[in-house]
Structures are given as C-alpha cells and as structure tokens.
C-alpha cells in the first residue's frame, strides 16, 4: 500500500467515526489553557497548578462559584453540565443547578475522573460570572473561569472498555514583549501496555513534545498507539519565563474488544 493510499484511508475511517458510523467509535479531545506567571517545568494544561486525580472508586463533587451571579436566576452562569466518568469508569453527565457562594453536591457519589465543565444555561453575561470550582473537601478537580463557558483542561481519561487514539496535536505559546522558550509535551499516564494512573499517581510519561517561542505548531500523528482504559491523555508544559501556553490534541475512541 502506498503512502498515499495509506492516509487515504485513514481519513475515510477518521470521517466515518465523525459521523457515527463506526459502532462503539466517536470522537474526542481535549483543550486547555494556563498563564504562567514565571518559569515552570512540566505543568499539566489546565488553569490551576497541581492536577488532581480522584481516588479509585471516586467521591462526591460539589460545585461552587466565587459570584453570587453564578445561581439559578442569576445572570452569569445559572446550570453546569459535568462529564464524567463514575466509579467503574462509565462516561455519564449530570446537570447541576448553581446556587452562587452556597456550594451544591452532585446527586453521583462516586465520581473517578471529570472530564469536562460547561455552562448549560446562563443568565445575560452568557457565561460565568465568577470562577466554579468543582471539588471534594480541599481538593479541586476542575475549574470553570470568570467569563468563559467550558473548562480550559486538556486532561482525559479513557472509559471502561474503550481504547483511545491521538491523531493530532496543536499546541501554542505567546509571552508578549518577552520571548519564552517554551515546551509542550503530550503525556499520559501510560507506556505500552501499563497503566500508572492508580499504580504510581502523579507518574506521566511523554509520548511527544513540541518546542515554540510565541508561535503554534501542529503536530500530526499517522501510526497513533493506543491507550487503554483508565489512563489519562494530557498536554504538558514548561517555559522559561511568563508566558501563556495552549493547546489542543484530536482523536477518537474505540471499542477496546
């Protein structure tokens, strides 16, 4: 088979997942964002500092907004949708009703991974109003900022019984006056067949990197290997100096059977 005739058909099975003809196969990604005030090594994207993982079996979420605009009636954000995956990995979504300063729990008890907040109705700002915070006692999961309607983390985890593919990468990083020399890596907590993510928490390892100084790259990947369920897909970032760094990976999940 040549090169061509290859990436041909690649693109036609990427196409036919897109459009839901592929059972048990669908598309995913994961975009996120984080301002670097000064240099930083090997910080996960998304807009706190350390990333937290749920203990196996998971716990309770509640959300919580620094505005009191961020309510039922309110004109910022008034619902939040969660996707998440619950204590034995099953992809499931749940709609919280906010209640500004007064923290809500989730009616799922045992929440493993988040995988994405967004705003699912709002008031006239049509976003947040303040910054929502999803977290069990000290420990935050996920964040929703002031302004913005979906969270900014590039972090996933593959679902029971799925295997995930990475097909393409976008990474970017602007610093100003101030030229940062920058790296993104996309990491996860896996290599061939071990997963790492309950094993040794916090171990990520770099599956490929991009360098950048105020600039984006794109990144394509024509062989992706496969990651399997429970392991979290992530981009990772160091810069030298302040700067905001971006990025955003593509690809798909699969039946793993």
């Known amino acids: 088979?040549?090169?061509?005739?290859?990436?041909?058909?690649?693109?036609?099975?990427?196409?036919?997942?897109?459009?839901?003809?592929?059972?048990?196969?669908?598309?995913?990604?994961?975009?996120?964002?984080?301002?670097?005030?000064?240099?930083?090594s090997n910080q996960i994207i998304w807009p706190d500092g350390a990333f937290n993982i749920p203990p196996a079996g998971g716990v309770q979420i509640s959300l919580v907004s620094n505005s009191p605009n961020d309510t039922a009636a309110g004109t910022g954000a008034r619902q939040v949708e969660v996707h998440y995956?619950?204590?034995?990995?099953?992809?499931?979504?749940?709609?919280?009703?906010?209640?500004?300063?007064?923290?809500?729990?989730?009616?799922?008890?045992?929440?493993?991974?988040?995988?994405?907040?967004?705003?699912?109705?709002?008031?006239?700002?049509?976003?947040?109003?303040?910054t929502i915070i999803a977290y069990n006692g000290a420990t935050t999961y996920?964040?929703?900022?002031?302004?913005?309607?979906?969270?900014?983390?590039?972090?996933?985890?593959?679902?029971?019984?799925?295997?995930?593919f990475v097909s393409d990468i976008s990474a970017g990083a602007s610093s100003g006056t101030a030229a940062a020399n920058v790296q993104i890596e996309l990491?996860?907590?896996?290599?061939?067949?071990?997963?790492?993510?309950?094993?040794?928490?916090?171990?990520?390892?770099?599956?490929?990197?991009?360098?950048?100084?105020d600039d984006t790259a794109v990144l394509s990947i024509s062989c992706p290997g496969p990651f399997s369920e429970s392991a979290i897909v992530a981009l990772r970032g160091t810069t030298d100096k302040a700067a905001t760094l971006a990025g955003t990976w593509f690809g798909w999940l699969e039946n793993a059977a």
């Open 187 to 213: 990491v996860a907590t896996q290599l061939d067949n071990r997963v790492y993510t309950y094993a040794a928490p916090g171990l990520w390892i770099p599956h490929g990197i991009n360098s950048l100084q």
């Open 85 to 130: 995956l619950d204590g034995t990995l099953v992809e499931k979504v749940e709609i919280v009703t906010l209640n500004g300063l007064t923290p809500v729990a989730m009616v799922e008890t045992k929440v493993s991974f988040i995988q994405c907040l967004h705003v699912h109705a709002a008031g006239s700002l049509l976003s947040a109003a303040g």
């Open 1 to 40: 088979m040549s090169n061509s005739d290859f990436y041909a058909r690649q693109a036609g099975y990427l196409i036919a997942v897109a459009r839901g003809q592929v059972p048990g196969a669908y598309p995913i990604s994961g975009f996120g964002k984080y301002v670097a005030t000064g240099a930083i």
């Open 142 to 164: 996920s964040i929703l900022g002031p302004g913005t309607v979906r969270c900014a983390s590039s972090a996933r985890m593959v679902p029971k019984g799925k295997r995930l």
